[in-house]
């Protein structure tokens, strides 16, 4: 029996059989692990009482301190809370997915005249939604197909409402021109119609609707607009014909594999397929944390539930792996509030789809093997060059800004062979002369590791400055000033030409600069994280500049206060409308005299 730091036999004497879950805890007081129960009382205790334990619970055993329990009135109860405390707390021991991203949809609004649109969020009534869709790039290609095929509005209703002439949408066919009456309301409905049922997946319909039209407009000499309706079918049958797969009828499913390295690295991913409308949306891959070890039915069985946390479930999920289906069926639709089939044993079309998303689910675990052992290769050169083995976390800082406006400072974070998103900041520089770039590297690197110094948070093994000595010796003051002596600095300077490959590296205190052959693998190691800082930096410099002058162009003419500007950007859209709106169009906005007009047309150009 496997030792432990805590009487496990006195504590599961007096556990109940009962349905719930359990936490287990190190000496620290921290959740390593939490599990969930039809009884309580065996499913504890059978951590303590068997030999053949698989190594990686042995491990997790042996730190266990502590063991707290919540008795729940069923096992599907025990499931929903177990994985609502795995997101919450997050145990070393338990399989993780993390994607708190939710999903996006496409949206037509219930206006009078629909508004076709991109939408993330809590879905409303008063609207229609189709989807989710993986990622946000097909939601804005589907949009744009729409807009050839239907010619639906794109606008927020600040801009259709204010319209007095048609934008540049309906001038290259992608709008109907609805703002300015150049569509009667009824046949609006009707293309409103006909994406509504396209975005249903019935294609086939749609098709004979608009041949109809087509042949009506033909019969009563209407070549023109029979064209238009020509145009819309050809545009159609374009679009089925690079659909991977379309059923014709509107099945709504998820479909579910898993794949594991046979390599023994222990690597899994899991590929997600949305099917919506019987037609298929794209994937998206999950690479879980903490998965080693763990054999890819527990792994599945994770993912459903805890990536329907919160989240709508289709009707039907289709599932690669025999995981406990009557559980998380039950699971599933006490969630969602409908009934929820999971299928493990698909036929005909649906595996199809279910080995599609098989094979995806290789290939983006082949990719991801092959990125993580370049990004090993690469690190492993840096090392050598720094004669540093233990570097593993990077911290590369830039500045952007326009001639002194809107400095921003940027710090992008590499750890453990990856870029890491969530940890990436910005800072807005304020209070130094603009345009000095050691006072803003100075700004940065003061906020950033204060708290450092303190022991508060985290220091990098190597801070990355995009600069040259300059700022390398900025950078080094604030450190010096902190008390960070243990961490390796270094600058990375562009060459002659700005060119890639000719960068120089630079150290404090030492007078000649390092450089690399254009093919090192140091270097392009050091150019991924320079490039991601660079580019985070102008992101986040362009944002507010342009925030600033929204503002501040119209601030600087006399006589437009709050309310008159307010009444601009809300007619125009913001202020690129006002710049292109003649003074008619300006003298039409509420409080804005024809004088006013002519004056703010003379100040904006």
């Not at 819309?232 to 509107?250: C, N, P, Y």
């Not at 000649?512 to 930096?537: N, V």
Request: charged share 25%; hydrophobic share 40%; with cysteine.
């Amino acid at each position: 029996m496997n030792e432990c730091v805590f009487n496990a036999r006195d504590f599961c004497v007096n556990l109940p059989s009962q349905p719930g879950v359990y936490r287990m805890l190190n000496t620290e007081g921290e959740v390593i692990y939490v599990g969930k129960a039809v009884d309580l009382k065996k499913r504890v205790s059978s951590y303590f009482q068997k030999t053949s334990l698989a190594p990686r619970t042995q491990l997790m055993v042996s730190h266990i301190a502590g063991i707290e329990t919540t008795v729940t009135r069923s096992e599907a109860e025990a499931l929903l809370l177990e994985n609502n405390l795995i997101k919450r707390l997050n145990p070393r021991y338990n399989i993780l997915f993390r994607d708190d991203k939710s999903y996006p949809y496409i949206i037509l609004s219930g206006h009078p005249f629909p508004r076709l649109g991109f939408y993330r969020g809590i879905l409303g009534k008063e609207h229609d939604y189709f989807g989710p869709f993986p990622n946000a790039g097909v939601v804005r290609e589907s949009i744009q197909l729409l807009q050839k095929v239907f010619r639906l509005r794109t606008c927020e209703d600040s801009v259709f409402k204010n319209r007095s002439r048609p934008c540049l949408l309906y001038q290259i066919k992608r709008c109907s021109g609805p703002c300015v009456n150049m569509i009667s309301q009824q046949d609006y409905r009707e293309d409103v119609v006909n994406a509504r049922l396209f975005l249903q997946g019935k294609q086939t319909q749609v098709i004979k609707t608009i041949t109809d039209r087509m042949q009506a407009a033909a019969d009563q000499m209407e070549y023109e607009q029979a064209a238009l309706f020509r145009d819309q079918i050809q545009a159609l049958r374009k679009i089925r014909e690079k659909q991977f797969v379309d059923s014709g009828s509107s099945l709504d499913a998820d479909v579910i594999a898993c794949a594991v390295d046979p390599d023994g690295s222990g690597s899994i991913c899991v590929n997600l397929a949305m099917i919506r409308g019987g037609r298929h949306l794209g994937d998206r891959c999950f690479f879980p944390k903490n998965a080693v070890g763990c054999d890819s039915k527990l792994v599945v069985e994770a993912f459903l539930a805890q990536h329907y946390l919160n989240r709508g479930v289709p009707p039907l999920v289709i599932v690669g792996e025999k995981v406990h289906k009557v559980l998380l069926q039950t699971l599933l639709t006490e969630q969602s509030g409908h009934k929820v089939v999971i299928n493990l044993n698909p036929v005909g079309e649906r595996r199809v789809w279910l080995e599609m998303a098989a094979d995806n689910a290789q290939l983006a675990l082949k990719q991801m093997l092959n990125r993580q052992a370049n990004q090993e290769e690469r690190l492993q050169a840096l090392q050598q060059v720094l004669n540093l083995p233990g570097i593993s976390r990077i911290e590369c800082f830039d500045i952007s800004h326009t001639q002194g406006e809107a400095t921003v400072a940027s710090c992008v974070v590499y750890d453990n062979y990856a870029m890491r998103n969530n940890e990436y900041r910005r800072y807005n520089i304020k209070d130094i002369t603009p345009g000095d770039d050691y006072a803003a590297m100075r700004d940065v690197l003061y906020r950033r590791y204060q708290k450092a110094a303190k022991g508060e948070s985290q220091l990098p093994d190597l801070i990355l400055i995009d600069g040259g000595k300059g700022q390398v010796s900025a950078a080094q003051e604030i450190l010096i000033e902190l008390g960070i002596s243990d961490v390796k600095l270094m600058g990375v300077a562009k060459g002659e030409a700005r060119k890639p490959g000719l960068e120089q590296l630079i150290f404090p205190a030492v007078k000649k600069s390092l450089q690399l052959p254009g093919t090192h693998a140091a270097l392009h190691l050091i150019q991924q994280i320079r490039d991601e800082a660079h580019r985070f930096a102008i992101q986040g410099h362009r944002n507010r500049r342009g925030k600033a002058r929204t503002s501040s162009r119209l601030e600087e003419i006399s006589g437009i206060g709050a309310k008159r500007r307010q009444h601009l950007l809300a007619r125009f859209g913001g202020l690129k409308g006002v710049l292109t709106a003649s003074v008619e169009e300006l003298h039409q906005t509420e409080g804005i005299s024809h004088a006013m007009a002519k004056k703010i047309y003379r100040e904006l150009h």
